[in-house]
């Protein structure tokens, strides 16, 4: 693979020189494998195959239109991937591509019907854990929805340390959420 990049590199530099016979050479010779990285992306993805001559062509029009931003100095293969893997996302994001999945393969995996828990309740509940004045600074932004200036003036607090003390409490709410402790 490292033969044909540089291969490809080569034709690049001299089209970029204003060889139009090396830009041809080259378009011809990435074009088999923009079809290949094509194809199995949209594999993965779940989407049609017959999707690959859209996004082969929408690479080949964009490195076309970009193709001075290339450094020559630089490996041409992960510029020629980058610029394809934005045009599947392009294109998947157009067509409104949504991946499904039956009910079936997951229903196991739900949680069993039942009373739905007192979330308010745990929530107080985590919060008396952390210390008076990081609580006040939690509760009234995260539950009351107070701004940062707002909980600031509140709290006699510059909004920086404000911000710092809400980034430190939730994350020892989160770390307690997920079973590690504080």
Not at 31 to 36: D, I, S, Y
Not at 142 to 169: D, F, K, N
């Amino acid at each position: 693979m490292r033969a044909t990049e540089d291969e490809w590199a080569g034709l690049m530099r001299s089209a970029l020189g204003g060889d139009s016979a090396a830009y041809r050479h080259f378009l011809r010779a990435v074009t088999p494998n923009l079809r290949a990285i094509a194809a199995r992306n949209l594999a993965r993805y779940g989407a049609a195959a017959t999707e690959a001559e859209d996004v082969v062509q929408e690479t080949l029009l964009a490195i076309h239109a970009k193709r001075y931003t290339w450094d020559v100095g630089r490996p041409i293969g992960p510029w020629i991937a980058a610029i394809a893997r934005h045009k599947l996302i392009d294109m998947l994001r157009r067509r409104g591509f949504h991946q499904t999945v039956p009910i079936e393969v997951i229903a196991e995996t739900m949680p069993c019907s039942g009373p739905a828990p007192d979330m308010g309740h745990d929530a107080e509940r985590m919060l008396d854990c952390l210390g008076e004045r990081q609580r006040a600074i939690v509760r009234s932004m995260s539950i009351e929805g107070a701004s940062v200036r707002e909980t600031a003036a509140r709290h006699g607090m510059s909004e920086g340390a404000v911000r710092v003390s809400l980034h430190r409490g939730l994350k020892t709410l989160a770390a307690m959420f997920k079973g590690s402790g504080p």
